[in-house]
Protein backbone atom coordinates (compact mmCIF):
# COMPACT_ATOMS: atom_id res chain seq x y z
CA UNK A 1 0.00 0.00 0.00
CA UNK A 2 3.04 2.17 1.07
CA UNK A 3 4.52 1.29 -2.44
CA UNK A 4 1.37 2.45 -4.22
CA UNK A 5 1.29 5.88 -2.69
CA UNK A 6 4.78 7.03 -3.40
CA UNK A 7 5.11 7.50 -7.05
CA UNK A 8 1.59 9.94 -6.66
CA UNK A 9 3.19 11.32 -3.78
CA UNK A 10 6.65 12.53 -5.26
CA UNK A 11 3.98 13.90 -8.34
CA UNK A 12 2.47 16.06 -5.55
CA UNK A 13 5.74 17.20 -4.59
CA UNK A 14 7.33 17.82 -7.62
CA UNK A 15 4.28 20.17 -9.19
CA UNK A 16 4.01 21.78 -6.21
CA UNK A 17 7.54 22.50 -6.04
CA UNK A 18 7.49 23.80 -9.53
CA UNK A 19 4.42 25.95 -9.09
CA UNK A 20 6.00 27.55 -5.94
CA UNK A 21 9.27 28.27 -8.10
CA UNK A 22 6.61 29.79 -11.24
CA UNK A 23 5.29 31.90 -8.58
CA UNK A 24 7.90 33.25 -6.56
CA UNK A 25 10.35 33.28 -9.68
CA UNK A 26 11.42 37.11 -9.06
CA UNK A 27 11.93 36.75 -5.73
CA UNK A 28 13.73 33.23 -5.94
CA UNK A 29 15.74 34.42 -8.67
CA UNK A 30 17.01 37.95 -6.85
CA UNK A 31 17.90 35.09 -3.86
CA UNK A 32 19.68 33.36 -6.04
CA UNK A 33 21.72 36.59 -7.42
CA UNK A 34 22.37 37.44 -4.28
CA UNK A 35 24.10 34.26 -3.28
CA UNK A 36 25.75 33.59 -6.30
CA UNK A 37 27.09 37.14 -5.86
CA UNK A 38 27.83 36.58 -2.02
CA UNK A 39 29.90 33.20 -2.72
CA UNK A 40 31.51 34.81 -5.68
CA UNK A 41 35.08 35.04 -3.98
CA UNK A 42 34.52 30.89 -3.14
CA UNK A 43 33.97 29.64 -6.92
CA UNK A 44 36.81 31.74 -8.28
CA UNK A 45 38.81 30.66 -5.78
CA UNK A 46 37.63 27.25 -6.83
CA UNK A 47 38.34 27.43 -10.46
CA UNK A 48 41.45 29.16 -9.49
CA UNK A 49 42.54 25.94 -7.63
CA UNK A 50 41.60 23.63 -10.30
CA UNK A 51 43.50 25.54 -12.61
CA UNK A 52 46.56 25.48 -10.68
CA UNK A 53 46.11 21.97 -9.69
CA UNK A 54 46.91 20.94 -13.34
CA UNK A 55 50.30 22.66 -12.79
CA UNK A 56 51.02 21.87 -9.11
CA UNK A 57 50.36 18.30 -9.95
CA UNK A 58 53.01 17.96 -12.63
CA UNK A 59 55.85 19.68 -10.11
CA UNK A 60 54.76 16.67 -7.75
CA UNK A 61 55.46 14.12 -9.94
CA UNK A 62 58.74 15.61 -10.83
CA UNK A 63 59.47 16.25 -7.41
CA UNK A 64 62.18 13.61 -6.34
CA UNK A 65 59.75 10.73 -6.74
CA UNK A 66 61.74 7.71 -5.70
CA UNK A 67 62.74 9.79 -2.32
CA UNK A 68 61.52 7.89 0.77
CA UNK A 69 62.22 10.40 2.86
CA UNK A 70 59.56 11.50 5.13
CA UNK A 71 61.31 15.26 4.82
CA UNK A 72 60.38 15.09 1.45
CA UNK A 73 57.12 14.28 1.22
CA UNK A 74 56.06 16.72 3.89
CA UNK A 75 57.60 19.58 2.06
CA UNK A 76 56.16 17.70 -1.69
CA UNK A 77 52.73 19.85 -1.52
CA UNK A 78 53.90 23.37 -0.38
CA UNK A 79 57.04 23.64 -2.28
CA UNK A 80 54.99 22.54 -5.56
CA UNK A 81 52.37 24.70 -4.42
CA UNK A 82 54.49 27.59 -4.36
CA UNK A 83 56.45 26.94 -7.57
CA UNK A 84 52.53 26.61 -9.11
CA UNK A 85 52.15 29.76 -8.17
CA UNK A 86 55.28 31.37 -9.02
CA UNK A 87 55.15 30.04 -12.72
CA UNK A 88 51.93 31.91 -13.10
CA UNK A 89 52.61 35.08 -11.76
CA UNK A 90 56.51 35.12 -13.96
CA UNK A 91 54.25 34.18 -16.97
CA UNK A 92 51.98 37.18 -16.21
CA UNK A 93 54.22 39.46 -15.58
CA UNK A 94 56.34 38.14 -18.70
CA UNK A 95 53.18 38.86 -21.06
CA UNK A 96 52.60 42.24 -19.55
CA UNK A 97 56.43 42.90 -19.95
CA UNK A 98 56.15 41.75 -23.30
CA UNK A 99 52.95 44.01 -24.07
CA UNK A 100 53.31 47.34 -22.03
CA UNK A 101 56.17 48.73 -23.89
CA UNK A 102 54.75 48.07 -27.23
CA UNK A 103 51.06 49.38 -26.26
CA UNK A 104 52.51 52.63 -24.80
CA UNK A 105 54.88 53.29 -27.88
CA UNK A 106 51.69 52.77 -29.95
CA UNK A 107 49.30 55.34 -27.99
CA UNK A 108 52.36 58.02 -28.10
CA UNK A 109 52.72 57.34 -31.66
CA UNK A 110 49.10 57.84 -32.20
CA UNK A 111 48.76 60.29 -30.19
CA UNK A 112 51.67 62.40 -32.15
CA UNK A 113 49.87 61.51 -35.25
CA UNK A 114 46.27 63.54 -33.29
CA UNK A 115 48.40 66.65 -32.28
CA UNK A 116 48.76 67.85 -36.37
CA UNK A 117 44.76 67.27 -36.20
CA UNK A 118 44.40 69.67 -33.69
CA UNK A 119 46.70 71.70 -34.52
CA UNK A 120 44.48 71.79 -38.60
CA UNK A 121 41.52 72.16 -36.66
CA UNK A 122 42.38 74.67 -34.61
CA UNK A 123 43.35 76.45 -37.68
CA UNK A 124 39.81 75.73 -38.93
CA UNK A 125 38.32 77.48 -35.78
CA UNK A 126 40.19 80.76 -36.04
CA UNK A 127 39.39 80.86 -39.85
CA UNK A 128 35.53 80.57 -39.01
CA UNK A 129 35.68 82.66 -35.85
CA UNK A 130 32.93 84.81 -36.95
CA UNK A 131 30.34 82.05 -37.34
CA UNK A 132 31.66 80.41 -33.95
CA UNK A 133 30.68 83.90 -32.28
CA UNK A 134 27.56 84.66 -33.67
CA UNK A 135 26.63 80.94 -31.97
CA UNK A 136 28.20 80.40 -28.73
CA UNK A 137 28.64 84.42 -27.54
CA UNK A 138 31.99 83.56 -26.44
CA UNK A 139 33.99 86.37 -29.24
CA UNK A 140 33.17 89.98 -28.86
CA UNK A 141 32.02 92.10 -32.07
CA UNK A 142 35.98 93.01 -32.56
CA UNK A 143 36.71 89.43 -32.22
CA UNK A 144 38.09 89.43 -28.85
CA UNK A 145 37.39 86.89 -26.57
CA UNK A 146 34.29 87.54 -24.03
CA UNK A 147 35.97 86.63 -20.95
CA UNK A 148 32.36 86.94 -18.64
CA UNK A 149 30.46 85.06 -20.78
CA UNK A 150 33.69 82.26 -20.89
CA UNK A 151 33.64 82.12 -17.23
CA UNK A 152 29.84 81.72 -16.66
CA UNK A 153 29.36 78.61 -19.23
CA UNK A 154 33.17 77.28 -17.29
CA UNK A 155 31.61 77.35 -13.98
CA UNK A 156 28.40 75.95 -15.10
CA UNK A 157 30.27 72.85 -16.76
CA UNK A 158 32.02 72.20 -13.55
CA UNK A 159 29.36 72.52 -11.26
CA UNK A 160 27.09 70.26 -13.81
CA UNK A 161 30.01 67.68 -13.63
CA UNK A 162 31.13 68.03 -10.22
CA UNK A 163 29.06 65.41 -8.96
CA UNK A 164 29.16 62.71 -11.60
CA UNK A 165 33.25 62.85 -11.56
CA UNK A 166 32.44 62.35 -7.89
CA UNK A 167 30.49 59.50 -8.20
CA UNK A 168 32.54 58.15 -10.60
CA UNK A 169 35.53 58.41 -8.76
CA UNK A 170 33.74 57.00 -5.63
CA UNK A 171 32.28 53.86 -7.60
CA UNK A 172 35.68 53.52 -9.32
CA UNK A 173 37.23 53.17 -5.82
CA UNK A 174 34.79 51.16 -4.42
CA UNK A 175 34.88 48.34 -7.64
CA UNK A 176 39.02 48.72 -6.94
CA UNK A 177 38.72 47.85 -3.55
CA UNK A 178 36.35 45.49 -4.43
CA UNK A 179 37.91 43.51 -6.85
CA UNK A 180 41.23 43.58 -4.36
CA UNK A 181 38.84 41.88 -1.71
CA UNK A 182 37.69 39.09 -4.02
CA UNK A 183 41.19 38.40 -5.37
CA UNK A 184 42.98 37.83 -1.93
CA UNK A 185 40.02 35.60 -0.70
CA UNK A 186 39.75 33.83 -3.69
CA UNK A 187 43.82 32.99 -4.03
CA UNK A 188 43.44 32.04 0.00
CA UNK A 189 40.35 29.87 -0.90
CA UNK A 190 42.18 28.02 -3.27
CA UNK A 191 45.39 27.30 -1.28
CA UNK A 192 42.97 26.15 1.30
CA UNK A 193 41.14 23.49 -1.46
CA UNK A 194 44.92 22.59 -2.52
CA UNK A 195 46.24 22.11 0.60
CA UNK A 196 43.45 19.85 1.80
CA UNK A 197 41.68 18.20 -1.45
CA UNK A 198 43.06 14.64 -0.05
CA UNK A 199 40.94 15.53 3.28
CA UNK A 200 38.50 17.19 1.28
CA UNK A 201 38.01 14.28 -1.50
CA UNK A 202 37.22 11.74 0.90
CA UNK A 203 34.69 13.62 3.48
CA UNK A 204 32.77 14.44 -0.15
CA UNK A 205 33.18 10.72 -1.15
CA UNK A 206 32.03 9.75 2.25
CA UNK A 207 29.00 12.19 2.53
CA UNK A 208 27.77 11.29 -0.98
CA UNK A 209 27.82 7.38 -0.21
CA UNK A 210 26.42 7.85 2.76
CA UNK A 211 23.18 9.73 1.44
CA UNK A 212 22.93 8.55 -2.02
CA UNK A 213 21.88 5.14 -3.63
CA UNK A 214 25.07 2.87 -4.44
CA UNK A 215 23.56 2.78 -8.10
CA UNK A 216 23.48 6.98 -7.71
CA UNK A 217 26.87 7.29 -6.63
CA UNK A 218 28.59 5.33 -9.39
CA UNK A 219 26.64 6.99 -12.03
CA UNK A 220 27.53 10.34 -10.54
CA UNK A 221 31.64 9.45 -9.99
CA UNK A 222 31.78 8.22 -13.46
CA UNK A 223 30.45 11.71 -14.71
CA UNK A 224 32.52 13.67 -12.65
CA UNK A 225 35.37 11.72 -13.57
CA UNK A 226 34.32 12.20 -16.94
CA UNK A 227 34.28 15.74 -16.30
CA UNK A 228 37.22 16.66 -15.10
CA UNK A 229 39.20 14.32 -17.41
CA UNK A 230 37.41 16.62 -20.04
CA UNK A 231 38.22 19.87 -18.34
CA UNK A 232 41.84 18.53 -17.64
CA UNK A 233 42.36 18.13 -21.58
CA UNK A 234 40.85 20.94 -22.51
CA UNK A 235 43.03 23.28 -20.21
CA UNK A 236 46.69 21.27 -21.79
CA UNK A 237 45.26 21.32 -25.10
CA UNK A 238 43.99 25.15 -25.39
CA UNK A 239 47.33 26.18 -23.24
CA UNK A 240 49.55 24.67 -25.55
CA UNK A 241 47.76 25.43 -28.55
CA UNK A 242 47.90 29.12 -28.04
CA UNK A 243 51.27 28.85 -26.98
CA UNK A 244 52.42 27.37 -30.68
CA UNK A 245 49.91 29.98 -32.07
CA UNK A 246 51.38 32.78 -30.72
CA UNK A 247 55.03 31.53 -31.12
CA UNK A 248 54.22 31.09 -35.10
CA UNK A 249 52.51 34.70 -35.12
CA UNK A 250 55.47 36.46 -33.56
CA UNK A 251 57.76 34.40 -35.92
CA UNK A 252 56.08 35.09 -39.49
CA UNK A 253 55.12 38.66 -38.19
CA UNK A 254 59.60 39.31 -37.73
CA UNK A 255 60.22 37.34 -40.98
CA UNK A 256 57.60 39.79 -42.78
CA UNK A 257 58.52 42.97 -40.78
CA UNK A 258 55.60 43.49 -39.45
CA UNK A 259 55.63 46.34 -36.22
CA UNK A 260 54.88 44.98 -32.87
CA UNK A 261 55.77 41.00 -33.53
CA UNK A 262 56.29 40.52 -29.50
CA UNK A 263 53.40 42.14 -28.49
CA UNK A 264 50.48 41.49 -31.01
CA UNK A 265 52.37 37.60 -31.03
CA UNK A 266 51.56 37.34 -27.20
CA UNK A 267 47.99 38.94 -27.21
CA UNK A 268 46.79 36.52 -29.83
CA UNK A 269 48.31 33.75 -28.03
CA UNK A 270 46.42 34.71 -24.94
CA UNK A 271 42.95 35.57 -27.09
CA UNK A 272 43.80 32.04 -28.02
CA UNK A 273 42.54 30.43 -24.85
CA UNK A 274 39.02 31.62 -26.01
CA UNK A 275 38.09 28.28 -28.58
CA UNK A 276 37.69 29.30 -32.59
CA UNK A 277 37.28 32.88 -32.10
CA UNK A 278 39.61 34.17 -29.71
CA UNK A 279 42.46 34.19 -32.26
CA UNK A 280 40.28 36.64 -34.21
CA UNK A 281 39.97 39.06 -31.73
CA UNK A 282 43.70 39.25 -31.04
CA UNK A 283 43.96 39.73 -34.60
CA UNK A 284 41.43 42.69 -34.76
CA UNK A 285 43.32 44.28 -31.77
CA UNK A 286 46.99 44.01 -33.67
CA UNK A 287 45.47 45.41 -37.13
CA UNK A 288 44.42 48.55 -35.57
CA UNK A 289 48.02 48.68 -33.90
CA UNK A 290 49.40 48.35 -36.96
CA UNK A 291 47.01 50.54 -38.87
CA UNK A 292 48.94 53.58 -36.76
CA UNK A 293 52.33 52.91 -38.19
CA UNK A 294 51.41 51.65 -41.54
CA UNK A 295 47.88 51.07 -43.19
CA UNK A 296 49.53 48.50 -46.03
CA UNK A 297 51.02 46.44 -43.05
CA UNK A 298 47.77 46.20 -41.79
CA UNK A 299 46.14 44.44 -44.33
CA UNK A 300 49.34 42.37 -45.25
CA UNK A 301 49.02 41.17 -41.71
CA UNK A 302 45.34 40.48 -41.60
CA UNK A 303 45.53 38.48 -44.74
CA UNK A 304 48.77 36.79 -43.25
CA UNK A 305 46.85 36.13 -39.45
CA UNK A 306 43.75 34.09 -42.12
CA UNK A 307 45.93 31.89 -43.57
CA UNK A 308 47.59 31.48 -40.12
CA UNK A 309 44.51 30.52 -38.94
CA UNK A 310 43.39 28.06 -41.87
CA UNK A 311 47.02 26.34 -41.06
CA UNK A 312 46.18 26.37 -37.26
CA UNK A 313 42.50 25.43 -37.68
CA UNK A 314 43.00 22.79 -39.91
CA UNK A 315 46.07 20.94 -37.98
CA UNK A 316 47.27 22.36 -35.31
CA UNK A 317 43.69 22.63 -33.15
CA UNK A 318 42.38 19.01 -34.35
CA UNK A 319 45.63 17.40 -33.17
CA UNK A 320 46.23 19.24 -30.01
CA UNK A 321 43.02 20.14 -28.51
CA UNK A 322 40.39 18.26 -30.75
CA UNK A 323 41.78 15.03 -30.37
CA UNK A 324 42.46 15.80 -27.17
CA UNK A 325 38.86 15.63 -25.36
CA UNK A 326 37.89 13.53 -28.06
CA UNK A 327 35.34 15.96 -30.24
CA UNK A 328 34.64 16.62 -33.50
CA UNK A 329 35.27 19.54 -35.41
CA UNK A 330 31.71 20.50 -36.01
CA UNK A 331 30.14 19.95 -32.38
CA UNK A 332 33.39 22.43 -30.86
CA UNK A 333 32.21 25.30 -33.35
CA UNK A 334 28.50 24.69 -32.17
CA UNK A 335 29.13 24.81 -28.73
CA UNK A 336 31.70 27.80 -28.53
CA UNK A 337 28.29 29.36 -30.24
CA UNK A 338 26.11 28.51 -28.22
CA UNK A 339 27.81 28.63 -25.15
CA UNK A 340 29.41 32.36 -26.37
CA UNK A 341 25.49 33.57 -26.63
CA UNK A 342 24.72 32.75 -23.38
CA UNK A 343 27.21 33.48 -21.00
CA UNK A 344 29.77 35.38 -23.70
CA UNK A 345 33.25 34.43 -23.16
CA UNK A 346 32.88 32.66 -19.97
CA UNK A 347 30.49 30.68 -21.65
CA UNK A 348 33.26 29.84 -24.87
CA UNK A 349 35.50 28.24 -22.10
CA UNK A 350 32.98 26.11 -20.41
CA UNK A 351 31.01 25.13 -23.55
CA UNK A 352 33.44 22.65 -24.91
CA UNK A 353 35.02 20.66 -22.12
CA UNK A 354 31.13 20.41 -21.16
CA UNK A 355 29.90 19.53 -24.68
CA UNK A 356 32.55 16.56 -24.33
CA UNK A 357 31.69 15.45 -21.33
CA UNK A 358 27.97 14.90 -22.29
CA UNK A 359 29.18 13.76 -26.01
CA UNK A 360 32.06 11.08 -24.24
CA UNK A 361 29.07 9.96 -22.07
CA UNK A 362 26.47 9.58 -24.96
CA UNK A 363 28.68 7.64 -26.93
CA UNK A 364 29.76 5.13 -24.06
CA UNK A 365 25.87 4.39 -23.44
CA UNK A 366 25.60 4.14 -27.01
CA UNK A 367 27.97 1.55 -27.17
CA UNK A 368 26.84 -0.05 -23.91
CA UNK A 369 23.17 -0.93 -24.92
CA UNK A 370 24.44 -1.96 -28.42
CA UNK A 371 27.19 -4.69 -26.78
CA UNK A 372 23.93 -5.49 -24.84
Not at 237 to 256: D, K, N, S, Y
Not at 304 to 333: D, T
Request: glycine share 8%; aromatic share 10%.
Amino acid sequence: MNQEWKGPLRLGVVLFGLYLAIHYWEKLSALAVLAVSAGFPLVLGAVIAYAVNILMSMYERWYLPKSTSRAVARSRRPVCLLLAYASLAALVALIVGMILPELIQSVTLLLQELVPLLQKLSVTINENQEQLASLSGLFLADGTVNWQELAVKVVNFLLAGLGGVMGSLVSLASAAVSTAFTAIVSVIFSIYLLMGKETLARQSARVLKTYLKPSWYSRLLYFLETLHNCFRRFVVGQCTEAVILGLLCMVGMLLFRFPYASMVGTLIGFTALIPVAGAYIGAGVGAFLIFTVSPVKALLFLVFISVLQQLEGNLIYPRVVGSSIGLPGIWVLAAVTIGGGVLGIGGMLLAVPLAATFYQILRDDVDRRNQA
